[in-house]
Nanobody, 115 residues
Framework: QVQLVESGGGLVQPGESLRLSCAGS????????VHWYRQAPGKEREMAARVLPPGSTSYADAVQGRFTVSRDDAKNTVYLQMNNLKPEDTAVYYC?????????WGQGTQVTVSS
């Protein structure tokens, strides 16, 4: 049973930081591409960042230079470090993988950036 569990969301002020975690079970996050998606109110879900099995990463233009995705293989967990947060980063953040012929999503974690 593949499961993804996100945590670490919260309410922060503009310019502050948060670190999200995505803990995997039933899969090895080191052997699969893990995506962080986000969905803001009234908008479509969009990819924010991803980490590939060799460890390479890529980012959406809107978060490039502010967000960093990383992986701890020993903990089977992927992280999203978010710095210099902006109000437009407000969204539900989801962890995603595609395996066994289908997508798997976590339950999401809310990030709210507001003064």
């Amino acid at each position: 049973q593949v499961q993804l569990v996100e945590s670490g969301g919260g309410l922060v002020q503009p310019g502050e930081s948060l670190r999200l975690s995505c803990a995997g079970s039933g899969i090895s996050v080191s052997g699969i591409t893990v995506h962080w998606y986000r969905q803001a109110p009234g908008k479509e879900r969009e990819m924010a960042a991803r980490v590939l099995p060799p460890g390479s990463t890529s980012y959406a233009d809107a978060v490039q230079g502010r967000f960093t995705v990383s992986r701890d293989d020993a903990k089977n967990t992927v992280y999203l470090q978010m710095n210099n947060l902006k109000p437009e980063d407000t969204a539900v953040y989801y962890c995603h993988v595609f395996t066994l012929g289908r997508p798997f999503w976590g339950q999401g974690t809310q990030v709210t950036v507001s003064s």
